[in-house]
T-cell receptor, first 113, second 114 residues
Framework: NAGVTQTPKFQVLKTGQSMTLQCAQD?????MYWYRQDPGMGLRLIYY???????DKGEVPNGYNVSRLNKREFSLRLESAAPSQTSVYFC????????????FGSGTRLTVV | AQSVTQPDIHITVSEGASLELRCNYS??????LFWYVQSPGQGLQLLLK??????LVQGIKGFEAEFKRSQSSFNLRKPSVHWSDAAEYFC????????????FGSGTQLTVLP
């Protein structure tokens, strides 16, 4: 089925460990996004990529890095995980001209202990 | 910068009752507004969107929303709620960044009583 695939679905990390969250879309969308969702705070944008080869910071980029590997894939890396990064992470994609019409992945639930 | 506010953290309605979820936006220009729904353990799904024109927009699952510029509001409504509507609802506005990224409200959790 066409859509946005995130891996892994669940992850537990120890403080200081690193990991990469993977995201891939098969809809040929130009733009991709990483959000984190925390209770009572909605979704906050971490990084986004307007098109292949470009990335930009969102609202809460500290502690994260991203790579737009190709048009399909957009990964999020935590270099040294902290408990404050415990959250649910969502990847989304959209076509450039399709304002706000995001397709979301099903999320990665990350716990940092 | 653009922002949206959802004043109600949690709303409870009985099945069959009408529903209105509130959303207020702050944006200098004409806003592009959206409502998304998130079922438990799932990603977000687009319910409806407003770009321009008719201020009453229809969406999926029987939802509608009305844009009121004078009140800076974009409230979501449904005449008769079904138990399957229990979910979290997010209002969002498109910003002016290069990817026209969405800014979300904090969400309203809807509980439906039998």
């Amino acid at each position: 089925n066409a859509g946005v695939t995130q891996t892994p679905k669940f992850q537990v990390l120890k403080t200081g460990q690193s990991m990469t969250l993977q995201c891939a879309q098969d809809m040929n969308h130009n733009s991709m996004y990483w959000y984190r969702q925390d209770p009572g705070m909605g979704l906050r944008l971490i990084y986004y990529s307007a098109s292949e080869g470009t990335t930009d910071k969102g609202e809460v980029p500290n502690g994260y890095n991203v790579s737009r590997l190709n048009k399909r894939e957009f990964s999020l890396r935590l270099e040294s995980a902290a408990p404050s990064q415990t959250s649910v992470y969502f990847c989304a994609s959209s076509e450039s001209g399709q304002l706000g019409g995001y397709t979301f992945g099903s999320g990665t639930r990350l716990t940092v202990v | 910068a653009q922002s949206v506010t959802q004043p109600d953290i949690h709303i409870t309605v009985s099945e069959g009752a009408s529903l209105e979820l509130r959303c207020n936006y702050s944006y200098g220009a004409t806003p592009y507004l959206f409502w998304y729904v998130q079922s438990p353990g799932q990603g977000l799904q687009l319910l409806l969107k407003y770009f321009s024109g008719d201020t009453l927009v229809q969406g999926i699952k029987g939802f509608e929303a009305e844009f009121k510029r004078s009140q800076s509001s974009f409230n979501l409504r449904k005449p008769s709620v079904h138990w399957s509507d229990a979910a979290e609802y997010f209002c969002a506005v498109v910003g002016s960044g290069s990817a026209r990224q969405l800014t979300f409200g904090s969400g309203t959790q809807l509980t439906v009583l039998p």
